[in-house]
C-alpha cells in the first residue's frame, strides 16, 4: 500500500472512531440522565432542548413502525447503505473520502444503536417557538454535514473532480 493510502486509511478510520465516541459518549450521558430521573427534559436555550426519544425508523424518525418484520428490513438496509459507503471510502482517491468517513462514522454508531437497544436515542431537540425540528443526535449531524458536503462538492467542483479522473 501506497504512503498516501496509509494516510488515507489512517485519516479515514480516525474520523469514522471520533465521531462513534463522541456520539457514544453523547448518547450514554442522555440515557444516564434518563435513568437517574425517569426521563429528560432539559432547558438549554430558547432554541435548543435535550428530550430523549427512542427513534426505531431512519433518520429524523422516518418509517417508524411497530413490526419488527419491517424494523428488520430497515436495519438490513441500513447495514448494506453502511456497507456501500466503506467501499466508497476505501475507493475514492479525493476529498470525498473524508465525508463519505463522516457518514459511516455516523451510520455505524445508529446502527449500532438499532442493534443493542433495538432504537436510536435521538435528543437534540431544536425549535423556534412551537415550530421544533426533528429531534436528532450527533451522528446525525455528521451524517447530515457529510452528505451536504458530498452535494456541494458534485456541484460546485465536478468539472474539477472530473478533470482529475482523466
Given at each position: 500500500m501506497k504512503t498516501e493510502g496509509k494516510k488515507?486509511?489512517?485519516y479515514s478510520l480516525l474520523i469514522i472512531i471520533v465521531i462513534f465516541f463522541l456520539d457514544r459518549i453523547?448518547?450514554?450521558y442522555v440515557i444516564s440522565l434518563a435513568k437517574i430521573n425517569g426521563s429528560v427534559d432539559i432547558f438549554i436555550t430558547k432554541y435548543l432542548n435535550i428530550y430523549l426519544i427512542w427513534n426505531e425508523g431512519i433518520a429524523f424518525g422516518l418509517l417508524s413502525?411497530?413490526?419488527n418484520k419491517i424494523y428488520t428490513v430497515i436495519t438490513a438496509l441500513i447495514t448494506i447503505?453502511?456497507?456501500?459507503v466503506l467501499v466508497l471510502i476505501i475507493t475514492t482517491k479525493d476529498i470525498r473520502?473524508?465525508?463519505y468517513s463522516c457518514v459511516f462514522g455516523g451510520a455505524i454508531s445508529n446502527l449500532f444503536d438499532r442493534l443493542y437497544y433495538f432504537a436510536v436515542p435521538d435528543f437534540i431537540d431544536l425549535h423556534i417557538n412551537n415550530y421544533h425540528w426533528f429531534i436528532f443526535n450527533v451522528a446525525d449531524i455528521l451524517i447530515t454535514f457529510g452528505v451536504l458536503c458530498l452535494i456541494l462538492i458534485e456541484l460546485i467542483f465536478y468539472k474539477s473532480l472530473d478533470n482529475e479522473k482523466k
Open positions: 488515507k486509511l489512517i453523547s448518547k450514554i413502525f411497530d413490526q447503505i453502511s456497507i456501500v473520502y473524508y465525508f
